[in-house]
């Protein structure tokens, strides 16, 4: 076999491997713009905060505040789930690799 083919082969493997380790379920210790990237690869935006409202949920079992979430997040653009993602975290970066307890952004402020 070629050098380079095997190189082609052993990335193209690699790569599956890291597929499968990538957890895509959402994870409700995330913070919300992590919890949404994963949410909304599996369920889509459907125009409302449904996602949002569903990590809100989930903080509030947990006893983590999250008093003034929607009125934050429709101050600063976002009316969806997408555009929550879009308009109030621009700039946050999914944590891909997060430990086994959550990412390691703050909650969602
Ligand atoms: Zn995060
Ligand atoms: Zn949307």
Not at 16 to 41: F, I, S
Not at 83 to 93: A, G, I, S
Request: proline share 7%; net charge neutral.
């Amino acid at each position: 076999m070629e050098d380079v083919e095997a190189a082609v082969i052993a990335a193209a493997e690699e790569h599956l491997r890291a597929c499968q380790l990538a957890d895509p379920q959402p994870r409700p210790d995330d913070c919300l713009p992590c919890y949404l990237h994963r949410a909304l690869r599996s369920t889509g935006c459907d125009g409302k905060l449904s996602l949002t409202h569903e990590w809100q949920g989930h903080q509030r079992v947990r006893r983590r505040r999250t008093g003034g979430l929607t009125a934050y997040l429709k101050s600063r653009g976002g009316f969806c789930d997408c555009e929550v993602l879009m308009n109030v975290y621009p700039d946050r970066e999914p944590d891909l690799h997060p430990g086994r307890g959550r990412c390691s952004h703050p909650a969602w402020r």
